[in-house]
């Protein structure tokens, strides 16, 4: 072997010992807190949803599930046909009893929609035509939101969360505005609500570094024996 050759070989192995680390990094997944920590939970029942039409109140419902279903983080219940609510958790009276007795959680929480609606937007654009001349033009869109208002307690009634958030949505703009871009940009939006309500209470999953693999670099291949 080339001497030359041998000392850089020689040189890179002994960085490789001294710094324990060659090859790639290794990452893994890590829960980061969300914005308000339920702590070591794994349970959470849904207990009611009131407010808003009863096509939004569904539409927040499939689409939270379907978010923690998603994050992977939290169990969650669907517990509405017991008819109780926050209040009801923790103050010993039947409906409550029941449903904590019948639904092991470690979470019961409830949202209430307002504001869920849309409105048709316009606005006057100036743009050119095929000659070159400049013309106004009316484009018009529907701009929906809807808030959330959620309330999550422990077994024994403690509050432990209780926050708002707003989801938002517009249809695209165009000559002319369609009934069915309004219930789109409504659903869309109320499905905005629930995917932030879901980011607000469950922990997001980051990567982190662990560390590099030992495995020494490879010799060189195009070495030739001396």
Known sequence: MDKSRAVATGAALLACALASSCGPAVSHARPAPAPYDLGPVKTLALVSVRGGPSEARDRF???????EWRRGSYEVIDARDFGATTRDVGTGGP???DLVSKVRAD???EAELSGCGSRLESEVVNEKDRDGNEVSKTRRWY????TASLEMVDPRGSVLAS?????????????TALDSDQDDALTNAVADAAEKAASAFTPR?????TGRSRKAPPADASRKKG
Request: negative net charge; aromatic residues 8%.
């Open 61 to 67: 419902v499939d689409e939270l599930l379907s978010q």
């Open 143 to 146: 701009g929906a939101a809807c």
């Open 107 to 109: 979470v019961y929480f």
């Open 95 to 97: 409906r409550g009893e």
């Open 163 to 175: 926050f708002e958030v707003t989801g938002r949505s517009e249809s695209s703009k165009g000559e």
């Open 205 to 209: 999953k980051t990567a982190a570094e």
